[in-house]
C-alpha cells in the first residue's frame, strides 16, 4: 500500500492511496486529483521520485518533455498555464512538508497489529484523520536545514 498527500498553504490536506507500484500515470492523476480539489491554478511542490520526475508528467502539465532550471541551482520546475510544479533538490527530503505527515502517520501505526489489507485500509483512514498538518513555509524556507 502505498500513500501519497499533499499539503496546502493554509492547513489543508488530501491523500490517496493504492495497492500498485507508483507509476508516471500515479503521479499525473495525483496532480489532476489536486487540481479538482484545490482548483485549476496551483503550484505544486514534488520530490524525485521516479513517478514524480516523468517526462509524460512533464508533458502534461506544461506540453513539454523537459523541465526547466531555475537560475544556477539545482531547483527544477515545469511551468503550464494553471499549473506549476517546482521539483525539490535531491536528497533533502527535510523541505518536503509532507514528509512531517509521515512521520506522524509512522509512529501512529507504531503499535499496531495489521492482519490484512481491509484492516490496513481501515487504519489508513483513521491514521490520516489523526495528523496535524505542519505549516509549510518553515520547510520551504530552510528553517530546518539550519
Known amino acids: 500500500m502505498t500513500v501519497l498527500g499533499a499539503v496546502t498553504d ?23 486529483a489536486l487540481q479538482e480539489r484545490f482548483g485549476d491554478e496551483l503550484v505544486v511542490f514534488l520530490d ?10 512533464w508533458e502534461h502539465v506544461s506540453g513539454t518533455r523537459a523541465t526547466e532550471t531555475v537560475g544556477d541551482s539545482s531547483v527544477a520546475c515545469v511551468r503550464g498555464d494553471d499549473l506549476e510544479v517546482w521539483y ?5 527530503p527535510e523541505l518536503n512538508a509532507v514528509e512531517g505527515c ?13 492482519p490484512d489489507l481491509s484492516t490496513l485500509e481501515e487504519y489508513l483512514r483513521q491514521g490520516l484523520s489523526t495528523i496535524n498538518e505542519p505549516d509549510i513555509w518553515p520547510y520551504l524556507t530552510s528553517k530546518y536545514l539550519s
Open 88 to 92: 525539490f533538490p535531491s536528497k533533502l
Open 102 to 114: 509521515w512521520d506522524q502517520l509512522q509512529e501512529w501505526f507504531k503499535h499496531r497489529l495489521v
Open 48 to 57: 524525485r521520485a521516479g513517478y514524480f520526475w516523468a517526462r509524460d508528467l
Open 10 to 32: 493554509d492547513g489543508d490536506s488530501f491523500y490517496c492511496w493504492t495497492d500498485e507500484n507508483l507509476t508516471r500515470f500515479h503521479g499525473i492523476r495525483l496532480l489532476e
